[in-house]
């Protein structure tokens, strides 16, 4: 969660924005922004394949869904149970 939170400070203070209230990300650009990070080096490879396998185990649903509106698009939700890193 530690790795979470500062993943999203860290996209916050780049973008000047609340990363997930922006209706035009989609879950695949945010994913292919945390390999940017760990190609960076910001964000270790261990970090990254755990935020990938909880995500595929469907521990962020919940919050993804509440970021979201309360709904996730069937693609949304097939994309988070298959992300790969």
């Known amino acids: ?3 979470c939170e500062q993943l999203e400070a860290y996209s916050n203070h ?3 924005k609340d990363y997930y ?3 035009e990300e989609s879950f695949a650009a945010a994913f292919a922004y945390l390999r940017q990070l760990t190609a960076q080096r ?3 490879p261990q970090v990254r394949d755990i935020i990938c396998r909880l995500t595929r185990e469907g521990r962020f649903t919940t ?3 509440q970021a979201r509106g309360g ?3 069937a693609a949304d939700q097939q994309f988070l149970q298959t992300v790969s890193c």
Do not use: E, K, N, Q
Request: net charge positive; hydrophobic share 55%; aromatic share 0%.
């Open 1 to 3: 969660l530690v790795a």
């Open 42 to 44: 910001i964000v270790s």
């Open 21 to 23: 209230a922006r209706a």
């Open 71 to 73: 709904t996730l698009s």
């Open 63 to 65: 919050i993804l869904r």
């Open 14 to 16: 780049r973008r000047g």
